[in-house]
């Protein structure tokens, strides 16, 4: 699975960006996709996910309530909407396979993850 990221950008405190993850060899909808964001000198956060199937979602403590993760089955990509955006979420985005599952303490399958989305909150 090798996934592609888009929509980063800059933003200003409280805006809003909409993030997607594509792949154009196989269909998203059959895999359960998360989103995960490497700020330097932190670690990796595990940031939403969603399941294959039922659509279960998880959401990290740090952006419940902001953050929206959606399936986009027609054109075959996993949304992640951010609202609200703070100085804190400023990383790179990534999109992965999901292991073992989506929930806290989810994985990233290594080397299903793209280039990345650069995603930066300023004033």
């Known amino acids: 699975v090798q996934l592609v990221e888009s929509g980063g950008g800059l933003v200003q405190p409280g805006g809003s960006l909409r993030l997607s993850c594509t792949a154009s060899?196989?269909?998203?909808?059959?895999?359960?996709i998360g989103w995960f964001r490497q700020a330097p000198g932190k670690e990796r956060e595990g940031v939403s996910c969603?399941?294959?199937?039922?659509?279960?979602?998880y959401y990290a403590d740090s952006v419940k309530g902001r953050f929206t993760i959606s399936k986009d089955n027609v054109k075959n990509t996993v949304n992640l909407q951010m609202n609200n955006l703070k100085p804190e979420d400023t990383a790179v985005y990534y999109c992965?396979?999901?292991?073992?599952?989506?929930?806290?303490?989810?994985?990233?399958?290594?080397?299903?993850w793209g280039q990345g989305t650069q995603v930066t909150v300023s004033s």
């Open positions: 992965a396979e999901v292991v073992p599952w989506c929930g806290t303490g989810w994985n990233p399958i290594f080397g299903s």
């Open positions: 060899t196989f269909t998203l909808d059959y895999y359960t």
């Open positions: 969603i399941s294959r199937g039922d659509g279960h979602t």
